[in-house]
């Protein structure tokens, strides 16, 4: 519904879901967002282009111009985000453990029952 802003290196991306990212022009990582929501939202939400200029990112929704610092965007990144390599790297090692839980589970009932038939 607008078009992206570039300005030093960060690509600035106005959504409908309310939100302003920020994500670096080079790789595409997400190194942000802001949410912005209006007071007033009209039946016809209007968005307009971000446009960046010194430390400030200038966006509209209806009737209402936002001045975010580049800054907050940053902060708002609680914690890093890793490729999808890297996520079903991990999710294929918590498959194998919970695998060997299971076969070292169903062991130890066979051998407690094979004891039991031995000792009676």
Request: proline share 3%; net charge positive; charged share 10%.
């Given at each position: 519904?607008?078009?992206?802003?570039?300005?030093?290196?960060?690509?600035?991306?106005?959504?409908?879901?309310?939100?302003?990212?920020?994500?670096?022009?080079?790789?595409?990582?997400?190194?942000?967002?802001?949410?912005?929501?209006?007071?007033?939202?009209?039946?016809?939400?209007?968005?307009?282009?971000?446009?960046?200029?010194?430390?400030?990112?200038?966006?509209?929704?209806?009737?209402?111009?936002?001045?975010?610092?580049?800054?907050?965007?940053?902060?708002?990144?609680?914690?890093?985000?890793?490729?999808?390599?890297?996520?079903?790297?991990?999710?294929?090692?918590?498959?194998?453990?919970?695998?060997?839980?299971?076969?070292?589970?169903?062991?130890?009932k066979k051998m407690r029952k094979s004891k039991k038939r031995?000792?009676t």
């Amino acid at each position: 519904m607008s078009s992206p802003a570039l300005a030093n290196g960060v690509v600035y991306i106005n959504s409908t879901d309310f939100n302003l990212y920020a994500l670096n022009a080079s790789t595409g990582a997400k190194i942000g967002n802001f949410t912005i929501i209006p007071n007033n939202l009209s039946e016809s939400i209007r968005f307009s282009s971000p446009a960046v200029a010194g430390n400030m990112v200038f966006v509209g929704i209806d009737n209402t111009l936002f001045a975010i610092e580049v800054s907050s965007f940053a902060s708002s990144v609680s914690s890093r985000v890793l490729p999808l390599s890297d996520y079903l790297l991990i999710l294929s090692v918590i498959v194998v453990i919970a695998i060997l839980a299971v076969a070292f589970i169903v062991y130890n009932k066979k051998m407690r029952k094979s004891k039991k038939r031995a000792s009676t």
